[in-house]
Every structure is written in structure tokens, then in C-alpha cells.
């Protein structure tokens, strides 16, 4: 990684250091490797821009190639020596399930049976404490599903998520979020926070497509708890 910039600092009577402090550069860097106790992964093409002036920070074309995808993110902080006003904007373009799983350390979804691509966006705003977060994110999702038996067909699916959250509350909104299928179409709406309130909603124009859905997810279930998932799918109130 290489650093490029300048500082300029002026003292100035009756004012803050960080206010009285200039900074700009480029962050540039062809690899970096991430090892942590979760994850371990390498971003590549890493660049961007950052200016620091009057307590006012500006962050600014940073990308990267990340998970078989690619990372974009912007971000402004006011009065970052005080009581502050930030705004984030990242996006994610092709982001690779396989690759992510890989990248796991604690705890792959080995069993998964679903590969694909994520992409999307997110907003983020918050003054004085993080805690006042409002923010947003709409994701997409084209992938396949494999049986969990040898031979088995794969079956396109397709998704989409838009979530808000509201840090005062701690509570998260899901609108307008569905998985969908050939034949099935699985609609989630609702809050979650303190207390869950999320309907789910199923159509079908074939029955034994819900049954090769809820086979390929069997195995994972047994495994990794999502047999409470399952349960309900079973029971939803399906419409041919």
C-alpha cells in the first residue's frame, strides 16, 4: 500500500488543532491481505482519496476488487471534532457467494446450496452518536440452487432485499423483499427489533418445485439451525 499527500497545519489562537489542520492524499495499494479471526480474504486494486479541512472530512473514490466483485464507497464527516454529521454510500457489484464462503474462517456454509452473485447498495446518516444511524440498502440477488442429492437440477433463483434501519430504535424494516423462482415467488415483509413482526407470504404454480426447494435446503438445516425456516415454509399458505 502507498500513501501519497500533504499537511499543512497553522496555528491559530482560540482554535481547535484539528481545525487548524489541512490534510489530502491517495491511498493506493495492489493487494492487501485481511486476516482477522472471522475472515481472511485479499482486496485488490485498493484506491482513494481523502481531505481533511476546517474539522470537515471528505472521503472519496475509494474501490476495490473484493470477493470476485467490486467495492465502491464515498463518505463526508461535519465537525469531526464535535457533534458531528456523517453520510456513507458504499455499492457492491458481483459479489461472489463461493468466494465468500471461502473466505470465512469460523463458520462456512459448507452445506449451503446456493451460489451465486450479490450486488447493491447502501446509505448510511448519523448526528452526534452512531446510535441516531438511519440507514438503507437495497440488494439483489442471481443464483442457483443445487439439490442436495447427486444428479439433482439446479434451480435459478433469484431475490431482492430492501432494508432500512433505525439506530434510535434498533429496529429494521423489510419492504418489497421476495425470493423468487421459475414457478415459486416467497414474499418477506415486516420489522425486527425488539420485537419481530415479519409476514411471509408464498405462491406457487408448482408444488413439487417447493418440495425440490425445501430438499436442497435440508441438509443445511440439520446442520446450521434453519430448520425453524423450513418449518414455516412448509406451513405458509401457498397460492397455485
Not at 440498502?137 to 435459478?156: C, E, F, H, K, Q
Not at 434510535?168 to 419492504?175: G, I, Q, S, V
Amino acid at each position: 500500500m502507498t500513501l501519497t499527500g500533504s499537511v499543512r497545519y497553522q496555528q491559530q489562537d482560540n482554535v481547535p488543532f484539528v481545525r487548524a489542520l489541512d490534510l489530502d492524499g491517495v491511498l493506493k495499494g495492489r493487494e492487501l491481505a485481511v486476516s482477522a479471526a472471522d475472515l481472511n480474504a485479499v482486496v485488490r486494486n485498493v484506491r482513494g482519496e481523502f481531505k481533511l479541512t476546517n474539522g470537515n472530512l471528505d472521503v472519496h473514490g475509494v474501490e476495490a476488487d473484493f470477493l470476485g466483485g467490486h467495492v465502491t464507497a464515498s463518505a463526508t464527516m461535519q465537525n469531526v471534532d464535535g457533534n458531528s454529521a456523517a453520510k456513507l454510500h458504499a455499492s457492491v457489484n458481483a459479489i461472489s457467494l463461493s468466494a465468500g464462503n471461502a473466505a470465512l474462517r469460523t463458520a462456512p456454509l459448507d452445506a449451503m446450496p446456493i451460489d451465486g452473485q450479490i450486488s447493491g447498495t447502501a446509505d448510511a446518516a448519523w448526528t452526534g452518536s452512531i446510535k441516531n444511524i438511519q440507514a438503507r440498502s437495497d440488494i439483489t440477488l442471481n443464483a442457483a440452487l443445487a439439490g442436495s442429492r447427486a444428479g439433482s437440477t439446479r434451480v435459478p433463483v433469484d431475490g431482492e432485499a430492501h432494508v432500512s434501519y433505525d439506530g434510535r430504535t434498533a429496529t429494521a424494516t423489510l419492504a418489497n423483499t421476495s425470493l423468487h423462482t421459475p414457478q415459486t415467488r416467497v414474499e418477506i415483509n415486516g420489522t425486527a427489533g425488539q420485537k419481530l413482526n415479519l409476514k411471509l407470504q408464498a405462491r406457487t404454480a408448482d408444488l413439487t418445485e417447493v418440495d425440490a426447494l425445501i430438499a436442497a435446503f435440508q441438509g443445511f438445516g440439520q446442520e446450521r439451525s434453519t430448520s425453524s425456516f423450513l418449518s414455516a415454509l412448509r406451513k405458509s399458505r401457498w397460492h397455485c
